[in-house]
């Protein structure tokens, strides 16, 4: 049993990144044609790519319903890096309906937010992501949150089902060695001290800070299973603030490089089925999707689609007091009929298929 597990057989419908928005995957999964218990008249089945939590103002009920569909038989997932970030323990930006240490400083953005209701539902959680594999694949169809790319994809199928934290620890340990060996800590401390201002503070700009940049950069060379949730990445020309916080490297096309006969389904990157009014993700956004059209597969052989559409942003309006932004979406991907469902049941054919 591996971290890349088999997909079923049949139809699918694949969900892209919910992030705590409960109300928008209920809608969904009805215009989809499923019941409360994830029965499908079809027989279809669903498959999530990943990061149902933070942001949103219900990631426990969206993970309670994973769970059930999961348990049931009826659904499958791989996990995101929103479900690594919880699994590791690791607070970040929208993740303080989980973490204490970040329900105050998140609250001005994301509140209100539903937290777990006790210690059992929290253990519940962390059995639920610790279980997930990475990546699921069959004859013509692969599923990853992030990235398909080898030799990454290679190693994780000599990982063991259930051994995602201890994994993930174990190259994020290797990073940080090698990170010891070349005074990573102590450059990053002395770009500390001249800029000592918070990354996650939008209003200071920082200069670009090289170490910072290095130190991310480090992880995602020696972790494969960070470039397969997180993508592959390198340094930017200057910083830009995106999910929370400055960065200063920037996420690559892979799919341009990737001519694979299999289809490959990801979430993650936050693409738009309208232009949004200030860039999330600064000049990389441009980079990732300013010349695939927003219903458009991607790569040479036409054959890899993002089908996250930015759901994790309604924060945005939510906080603003307007009502639903046609900017932000949940969508599921059908296959092998590859139309698209969005959350208010528009029905639209994908463009541009290669495969």
């Known amino acids: 049993m591996s971290l890349i597990q088999p997909l079923p057989p049949g139809p699918l419908d694949i969900v892209g990144d919910v992030h705590g928005e409960y109300?928008?995957?209920l809608s969904l999964l009805s215009h989809l044609g499923y019941d409360a218990e994830g029965r499908h008249p079809a027989q279809r089945r669903l498959v999530f790519v990943g990061d149902f939590v933070d942001r949103g103002p219900d990631s426990p009920a969206v993970l309670a319903l994973a769970r059930r569909l999961l348990g049931s038989g009826r659904a499958l997932a791989v996990a995101g890096n929103h479900e690594i970030n919880l699994l590791r323990e690791d607070a970040k930006d929208g993740s303080g309906w989980y973490f204490d240490s970040r329900t105050v400083s998140d609250e001005p953005k994301y509140a209100p937010f539903a937290q777990p209701e006790s210690a059992a539902e929290r253990q519940a959680i962390a059995d639920f992501t610790a279980g997930l594999p990475?990546?699921?694949e069959r004859s013509d169809l692969r599923i990853v949150h992030a990235a398909w790319v080898e030799p990454q994809i290679t190693a994780a199928r000599?990982?063991?089902?259930g051994s995602l934290r201890a994994q993930y620890d174990h190259w994020e340990a290797v990073a940080e060695s090698q990170a010891r060996a070349s005074q990573l800590k102590e450059r990053r401390e002395a770009e500390a001290r001249a800029w000592p201002h918070s990354l996650e503070d939008a209003r200071e700009r920082p200069p670009f800070l090289p170490a910072h940049s290095e130190s991310e950069?480090?992880?995602?060379?020696f972790n494969p299973l960070k470039v397969l949730t997180t993508g592959l990445e390198r340094r930017c020309t200057e910083p830009f603030y995106a999910g929370g916080k400055w960065?200063?490297?920037?996420?690559?096309?892979?799919?341009n490089d990737y001519r694979d006969a299999q289809a490959v389904v990801?979430?993650?990157y936050w693409r738009r089925l309208h232009p949004p009014r200030v860039p999330v993700h600064g000049k990389q956004e441009e980079n990732l999707f300013g010349q695939t059209a927003p219903l458009a597969w991607h790569g040479p052989r036409g054959n890899v689609f993002c089908v996250d559409y930015s759901v994790g942003g309604r924060w945005v309006a939510r906080r603003a007091g307007e009502p639903r932004d046609e900017r932000f979406n949940l969508a599921a991907l059908r296959w092998p009929e590859r139309t698209l469902m969005?959350?208010?049941?528009?029905?639209?054919?994908t463009q541009d298929w290669g495969g």
């Open 23 to 25: 109300d928008a995957l």
């Open 134 to 136: 990475v990546a699921l």
């Open 158 to 161: 000599a990982m063991p089902l």
């Open 217 to 221: 950069l480090n992880k995602a060379v």
């Open 247 to 255: 960065r200063f490297v920037e996420r690559m096309a892979w799919w």
């Open 266 to 268: 990801i979430g993650h």
């Open 342 to 349: 969005f959350e208010d049941g528009r029905e639209m054919p």
